[in-house]
């Protein structure tokens, strides 16, 4: 899913930027990160979840055509509820545009590790070319990514909430997951509202944000701190009045996806209580955010496969669910991000005045 920044600052840096990476180091990281999940998929996953890729294939081939298509309907209804977050985060983006972007940025961000940056870049072009400003672009994105730390930090405390009521054991790795949530959702929240509180508190974090990227790249000016202070009304201006529509959005979103991980595992036969499942799918949005591989793929299926097993449920039937849920949830968005992008490629652009106008100084 796409999480790109935008805001007006004057010396704001450019999305399509690479930050001097060079094709050399780049290269080195696409390799590592597609051999560490090709490794975590052939050896982890089965290795984990106590079962063969053998027996994973003769579950996912019991699967009937019928309910591949459901699956599907659900996965392009939950990409829709996401694009109110968008609509939300940026006034005067229409719902059929937010779903190109969308689908767009994630098919780049999931072919290569760390792709976010890539997704980025293709997030500016798309939404250039539609005639909005950079600086738009960065307030999306920087509010709608927080919007979705927040909600993947939550689902633990829900899990464990849930869990806890239903009296069901509560493993010390839940427990210490929930901590955690609590913890990085106080403490994002709490420089989240510094940043777009006041001139001074956006100017404080950003300075400590540069200092801290001077420590391991020298030369690295105050742009952090230049870029929030310019972003910052604009930011608490779209939180003000989008807040409501971009958390029904994420509700919606993950409560779709929530009810597609309970129908891939009861369709490959895992008998559980609904709080265990949403615990173990709390987990798996959770490690998505591990950026070592390609939108986490290999480290969410084992580390969800692997609390399914824990609390009983049959190896087989549990990592062929995780297996079918990542089917239609990762790897699908690649062949809708190709019709996303052929859909844009045929879409009216900005004209030149247009574009002009939009990256004029307001």
Not at 28 to 55: D, R
Not at 158 to 179: H, N, Q, S, Y
Not at 297 to 313: D, Q
Request: proline share 5%; aromatic share 8%; with cysteine.
């Amino acid at each position: 899913m796409t999480t790109a920044p935008s805001g007006p600052a004057p010396a704001q840096p450019s999305p399509a930027d690479p930050k001097r990476t060079s094709p050399v180091v780049r290269g080195l990281q696409i390799c590592l990160g597609l051999g560490l999940a090709v490794a975590m998929l052939w050896w982890g996953l089965p290795h984990f979840a106590k079962t063969s890729w053998s027996e994973v294939f003769h579950v996912l081939g019991t699967v009937p055509a019928w309910k591949a298509a459901l699956f599907i309907a659900l996965v392009v209804a939950g990409l829709y509820c996401y694009t109110f977050v968008m609509t939300g985060a940026m006034p005067g983006l229409t719902h059929s545009r937010a779903l190109i972007l969308n689908v767009c940025g994630s098919s780049v961000s999931n072919l290569l590790p760390g792709g976010g940056a890539v997704g980025l870049a293709a997030t500016y072009s798309i939404a250039k070319s539609w005639g909005f400003s950079a600086a738009s672009v960065t307030t999306m994105a920087v509010v709608t990514g927080v919007w979705n730390v927040l909600t993947r930090v939550a689902l633990p405390i829900i899990a464990v909430l849930g869990l806890a009521w239903g009296a069901t054991d509560l493993p010390t790795a839940m427990r210490e997951a929930a901590w955690a949530a609590v913890l990085s959702g106080t403490a994002i929240v709490a420089l989240f509202a510094v940043a777009i509180g006041t001139d001074a508190g956006a100017r404080m974090l950003g300075r400590g944000i540069d200092r801290l990227i001077r420590l391991v790249r020298r030369g690295h000016g105050d742009t952090v701190e230049r870029g929030l202070t310019g972003m910052r009304e604009r930011t608490a201006d779209t939180v003000r009045t989008g807040w409501l529509q971009m958390t029904l959005g994420m509700v919606g979103f993950f409560g779709l996806y929530y009810v597609l991980f309970l129908l891939c595992t009861q369709t490959t036969g895992i008998e559980l209580p609904f709080g265990q499942l949403f615990a173990a799918y709390a987990i798996g949005r959770l490690l998505t955010a591990v950026g070592v591989t390609p939108g986490g793929l290999g480290v969410t299926e084992t580390g969800t496969a692997a609390a399914l097993v824990a609390w009983g449920a049959d190896p087989a039937a549990s990592m062929a669910g995780v297996v079918l849920f990542s089917i239609f949830t990762h790897l699908m968005e690649i062949p809708l991000g190709a019709i996303g992008w052929l859909a844009w490629s045929l879409m009216p652009k900005a004209s030149a005045e247009e574009l002009a106008e939009a990256e004029a100084p307001a």
